[in-house]
């Protein structure tokens, strides 16, 4: 049975007594088959799994979709039921923020400015601040994020390290629709001309990680991302494109590296990653005049 809390000292009735291990997955709700495998992923690891769903508005501009921003909450507890979730904190805004927003917030530094921060300003000072929050309402054992998120999965491992905070943090390879598409509660919003345009990113990431596989170098990576990505004759409207290192730190010359990608897609902003391996480039051997 999945007991959907509202308030916090329900919560705290709940999550006193219960014994073992427990996990809890943070989302926004518009629940998806991405958040059934966190879901699954957290069963695996805790004895007790506990989803919040709060659409968090300290992580939105004033220009972003946080009115639109799909609300289906009864859909919601039908997949956390059918998935084995224990209970869900599914709070009001003024039950998470009672004295209106919070006026002391975590940063997530210069990591939290660029990338999907230049684009968004305060967005992971917007999410690291709810997440810290929640962690702190909930005491959970694990916390599990998708990587799909991937900066802010990162930042959320840089805030437990950073600030000492006695928790694990576990990422969820992102799940996919069989054509490439990433998951994400966004994808609602696209009508099928602007679905098949969103393709173009998950093809950019694979023409790349393919490219750095077969010796191109961060650079070769790069020009066949751009390449797949076909920038001017599609409908999507690249944001960036980069390469870096599994810490979104300078990309290596070899070894392990991630690829990030954001890109409008008529009204819609998607984003998604994957993880790159460089192998050592690979020089064409010149051939001999006349051989
Ligand atoms: O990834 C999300 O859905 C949100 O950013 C999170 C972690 C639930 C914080 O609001």
Known sequence: MTTV?????????TLGPLPGRLAVVMTMGALHPGHETLLRAARERADVVLATIFVNPLQ?????DFDRYPRTLEADLAI?????VDAVFAPSREELY???????????????????????????????T????????????????????YQQLTLVRRMVRDLELDVEIAGVPTVREPDGLALSSRNRYLSTEERASALRLSAALR???AAAGAGRGADGALAAAHRAFGEGTTGAKLDYLVLTDPELGPAPVTGPARMLVAA????????????????????????????
């Open 60 to 64: 939105f501009g004033p220009n972003e």
């Open 98 to 128: 009672p004295g209106g927003e919070p006026i002391v917030r975590v940063t997530g530094g210069d990591l939290g400015e660029e990338l999907e921060g230049a684009s968004r300003p305060g967005f992971f000072t917007g999410v690291l």
């Open 80 to 84: 956390c039921r059918a998935a084995g």
């Open 207 to 209: 023409a790349g990680a």
């Open 5 to 13: 809390l509202r308030t916090r000292a329900e919560l705290a009735a």
């Open 264 to 291: 409008w897609v008529g009204g819609t902003r998607l984003i998604d990653n994957v993880p790159v391996e460089l192998a050592p480039v690979s020089v064409p051997v010149a051939t001999p005049p006349g051989g």
């Open 130 to 149: 709810v997440v810290l929050k929640l962690l702190n309402l909930v005491r959970p054992d694990v916390a599990i994020f998708g990587e799909k998120d």
